[in-house]
């Protein structure tokens, strides 16, 4: 029955995806440092901070930032521990694709650490080498490093400011920052019928699952599977469509109305200050200890 644990698990993935979200919606709602600053304060901080943390060139500097994220998240009210999972689940995935081929002598010369692979000669195929010894390089576990390091601090703010915000604030906050409002209204949407599409997916398996009465072969169940997916994809084709259509019958043209009005504070202007001089002094620090 290991089609079955697997469809189960499945189904599983796409109810945790539901609760991690509602979940975050309700760290939104306490009443932390984060979420009683302005959406714009906290949209115009990430962006600075993301700009600081590519800037950055040593470990040291970066993992201080993270550290930052991490007293952030505390002084949030947001649990450490949901919080970290929900970053270091993404990190790993995406950074080992991009760090595991660098480290090698291959995509970054300079001096082995390990050797990983003897070969008789080299080989040279146009303006590619392969060289006798492949072998993970001293520059390059330092590039990984550091590009991890920023991967990881630039992740836990992004993490951060969404488990601290409303999505309809979030939205409300890029239009009157003047982000375009297609990209606005597409992000919105997709957000909005994500859920919509999750239970339907729920809703197809838990009919195949009450109308099966024997073990259905792993073939079977890969096909079956894979006729669902064009099914969704057919049925979110007829939905955008429909949707589009109810949108212009009520008088839609091209804008949301935002029902949210911003009003910045003067804690949002200490705010602001006080990171935008915490990311310059940390900056010119790094620079003059190089």
Request: aromatic content about 12%; overall charge positive.
């Amino acid at each position: 029955m290991g089609h079955t644990r697997f469809l189960d698990k499945t189904l599983l993935s796409i109810t945790r995806l539901a609760e991690q979200s509602l979940f975050s919606e309700v760290s939104a709602q306490r009443r932390g440092l984060l979420q009683s600053l302005d959406v714009r304060t906290k949209l115009f901080t990430l962006l600075f901070l993301l700009v600081v943390i590519s800037l950055l060139r040593t470990p040291l500097a970066i993992w201080l930032m993270y550290g930052l994220s991490l007293v952030l998240a505390a002084l949030s009210r947001v649990p450490l521990r949901f919080f970290l999972k929900r970053v270091w689940l993404f990190v790993p995935l995406f950074s080992a694709a991009i760090v595991l081929p660098a480290l090698l002598n291959v995509i970054t010369p300079g001096d082995s650490v390990l050797v990983i692979l003897r070969l008789d000669s080299p080989h040279t195929w146009g303006p590619y080498s392969i060289p006798a010894e492949i072998a993970i390089t001293r520059q390059g576990l330092q590039g990984g490093i550091v590009f991890i390091s920023r991967v990881a601090a630039s992740v836990s703010f992004a993490v951060l400011f969404t488990l601290t915000s409303k999505w309809s604030d979030i939205f409300a906050g890029l239009r009157s920052l003047f982000v375009p409002r297609m990209f606005v209204m597409t992000l919105s949407l997709t957000y909005r019928y994500l859920f919509v599409f999750l239970r339907q997916i729920q809703d197809m398996y838990r009919g195949r699952k009450s109308r099966t009465i024997r073990s259905i072969s792993s073939a079977a169940d890969r096909n079956w599977t894979a006729s669902r997916i064009g099914v969704s994809f057919k049925r979110s084709v007829r939905m955008s469509e429909d949707i589009y259509h109810a949108m212009i019958s009520r008088g839609f043209q091209g804008e949301f109305p935002v029902s949210r009005r911003f009003r910045a504070r003067a804690r949002d202007y200490a705010w602001l200050v006080t990171n935008c001089g915490f990311g310059v002094i940390i900056v010119l620090l790094e620079r003059s200890l190089l």
